[in-house]
T-cell receptor, first 111, second 115 residues
Framework: GENVEQHPSTLSVQEGDSAVIKCTYSDSASNYFPWYKQELGKRPQLIIDIRSNVGEKKDQRIAVTLNKTAKHFSLHITETQPEDSAVYFCAADDSWGKFQFGAGTQVVVTP | DGGITQSPKYLFRKEGQNVTLSCEQNLNHDAMYWYRQDPGQGLRLIYYSQIVNDFQKGDIAEGYSVSREKKESFPLTVTSAQKNPTAFYLC??????????????FGPGTRLTVL
């Protein structure tokens, strides 16, 4: 089945700097790669996603890149702000449409 | 995701008791999912349902049961056979499970604590 690994597990950045989170997956049938942001005690919220027919997608300060050959995808947050502090999860779908989630990255943005 | 509700928000269970967590959606989504989240860990799939009256086991189904009698409802029962049920439980739904329809939206979660 699908296996998704996510790194790093924690990431501390200075406000205004960039943050990068990387994920690898194992199932070559995966076609959909969402990223979720979860604040403490809250539900995960979809922040950006990418499908396999696209190599890069950007939405304001966040972007996602996908390398299908290498089976990895990354989340990039530029000009980080304190409200970006949260846990971020990557996921990849399998051939049945189920998601396998990474273990999460705790991002801390310090002023 | 505002169209998915879960109740209760907090639930306390004594050992040996079965408890049922509610999940309702008004998004007209065909697919629904239950995940378990433990501190510092990702989301693990318990059960999922692609269509009403059908459901499949996920990665950690032991000690749990579900039903899908109505499209909008997917309740999860945590049975006494689940040895370590204390966790945060998240329900999600999607329009479908393939192509452009598999974007999942999450409910607010239920925090279950075993006393």
């Amino acid at each position: 089945g699908e296996n998704v690994e996510q790194h790093p597990s924690t990431l501390s950045v200075q406000e205004g700097d960039s943050a990068v989170i990387k994920c690898t997956y194992s199932d070559s049938a995966s076609n959909y790669f969402p990223w979720y942001k979860q604040e403490l005690g809250k539900r995960p919220q979809l922040i950006i996603d990418i499908r396999s027919n696209v190599g890069e997608k950007k939405d304001q300060r966040i972007a996602v890149t996908l390398n299908k050959t290498a089976k990895h995808f990354s989340l990039h947050i530029t000009e980080t702000q304190p409200e970006d502090s949260a846990v971020y999860f990557c996921a990849a779908d399998d051939s049945w449409g189920k998601f396998q989630f990474g273990a999460g990255t705790q991002v801390v943005v310090t002023p | 995701d505002g169209g998915i509700t879960q109740s209760p928000k907090y639930l306390f269970r004594k050992e040996g008791q079965n408890v049922t967590l509610s999940c309702e959606q008004n998004l007209n989504h065909d697919a629904m999912y239950w995940y378990r989240q433990d501190p510092g860990q990702g989301l693990r799939l318990i059960y999922y349902s692609q269509i009403v009256n059908d459901f499949q086991k996920g990665d950690i189904a032991e000690g749990y049961s579900v039903s899908r009698e109505k499209k909008e409802s997917f309740p999860l029962t945590v049975t006494s056979a689940q040895k370590n049920p204390t966790a945060f439980y998240l329900c999600a739904s999607s329009l479908g499970t393939s192509g452009a329809y598999n974007e999942q939206f999450f409910g607010p979660g239920t925090r279950l604590t075993v006393l």
